[in-house]
């Protein structure tokens, strides 16, 4: 094999190559891990950032919803107010329910078999499928005023904002067909009042039902003597009915 490298610059050139051929594995995972960084964590980087924003825009929008509101109810009994609890959470009390908007500090994507990948908009532009989510959550007041914790809440809605500010909504009632079309949906002041004012309404129309006989028929000693400080038996709005399994148009 010597033999065949008795010109030094052939040898050289064939070492040269060897070398190349042995880095080409790592220098093209390399690349690779640089494009992912500079285009789909960047993307991410910048729908979550995109997000924050229209996050504080939401908590604008609802506080002058409330207060336009309390203009026009003057009954101190029913509750209207609005709670900060900080960069991601914003609690909305309106009547005997709060709605809770929570913005998730993660970006998604579409998964694959999402019929929306089969439209021309998604088809153009893969990137349009991540999303940051805003989850709207509907409890009783009670609920976090009195601390219940074992009281059940529901997911009355999620908003998915993409990085052109598209948005869509999964949700009940309204908000569950009215914004299925992010190839025509862009997110803008009058459409998060619109999702505001359609939260509250649900949330007010979702009727907290009497639980069944049989539910309360025991009850410990502990749950009796507590009672008198806060009632520690489960509260929900279907609770005894279908929590979890009612379809959409009923829920």
């Given at each position: 094999?010597?033999?065949?490298?008795?010109?030094?610059?052939?040898?050289?050139?064939?070492?040269?190559?060897?070398?190349?051929?042995?880095?080409?594995?790592?220098?093209?995972?390399?690349?690779?891990?640089?494009?992912?960084?500079?285009?789909?964590?960047?993307?991410?980087?910048?729908?979550?950032?995109?997000?924050?924003?229209?996050?504080?825009?939401?908590?604008?929008?609802?506080?002058?919803?409330?207060?336009?509101?309390?203009?026009?109810?003057?009954?101190?009994?029913?509750?209207?107010?609005?709670?900060?609890?900080?960069?991601?959470?914003?609690?909305?009390?309106?009547?005997?329910?709060?709605?809770?908007?929570?913005?998730?500090q993660n970006v998604f994507r579409l998964p694959d078999h999402n019929p929306l990948w089969g439209t021309a908009y998604f088809k153009k532009n893969q990137n349009?499928?991540?999303?940051?989510?805003?989850?709207?959550?509907?409890?009783?007041?009670?609920?976090?005023?009195?601390?219940?914790?074992?009281?059940?809440?529901?997911?009355?809605?999620?908003?998915?904002?993409?990085?052109?500010?598209?948005?869509?909504?999964?949700?009940?009632?309204?908000?569950?067909?009215m914004f299925r079309d992010p190839q025509n949906m862009v997110l803008s002041d009058e459409?998060?009042?619109?999702?505001?004012?359609?939260?509250?309404?649900?949330?007010?129309?979702?009727?907290?039902?009497?639980?069944?006989?049989?539910?309360?028929?025991?009850?410990?000693?502990?749950?009796?003597?507590?009672?008198?400080?806060?009632?520690?038996?489960?509260?929900?709005?279907?609770?005894?009915?279908?929590?979890?399994?009612?379809?959409?148009?009923?829920?």
């Amino acid at each position: 094999m010597l033999s065949i490298f008795k010109n030094s610059a052939i040898k050289c050139k064939f070492e040269e190559n060897n070398r190349r051929m042995a880095k080409d594995p790592i220098e093209q995972n390399r690349a690779q891990i640089v494009d992912l960084l500079m285009h789909k964590s960047a993307l991410k980087q910048d729908i979550a950032d995109d997000s924050e924003k229209v996050f504080e825009r939401l908590k604008t929008i609802i506080k002058a919803e409330i207060a336009e509101l309390k203009k026009s109810i003057t009954d101190p009994r029913v509750r209207l107010s609005y709670q900060d609890k900080g960069k991601f959470e914003i609690h909305a009390y309106v009547g005997s329910d709060v709605l809770v908007f929570n913005l998730h500090q993660n970006v998604f994507r579409l998964p694959d078999h999402n019929p929306l990948w089969g439209t021309a908009y998604f088809k153009k532009n893969q990137n349009n499928g991540y999303f940051s989510t805003i989850h709207i959550f509907n409890f009783l007041a009670e609920s976090l005023l009195q601390n219940r914790m074992e009281d059940a809440g529901y997911l009355i809605g999620r908003l998915f904002l993409n990085h052109e500010n598209h948005f869509l909504i999964e949700g009940k009632g309204t908000l569950g067909f009215m914004f299925r079309d992010p190839q025509n949906m862009v997110l803008s002041d009058e459409a998060i009042q619109l999702i505001v004012q359609l939260s509250f309404a649900h949330a007010l129309e979702f009727d907290l039902y009497i639980p069944p006989f049989e539910y309360l028929s025991e009850i410990s000693v502990a749950q009796i003597q507590m009672m008198g400080e806060s009632l520690k038996l489960q509260t929900a709005k279907r609770l005894g009915f279908k929590m979890k399994h009612e379809d959409t148009e009923n829920y």
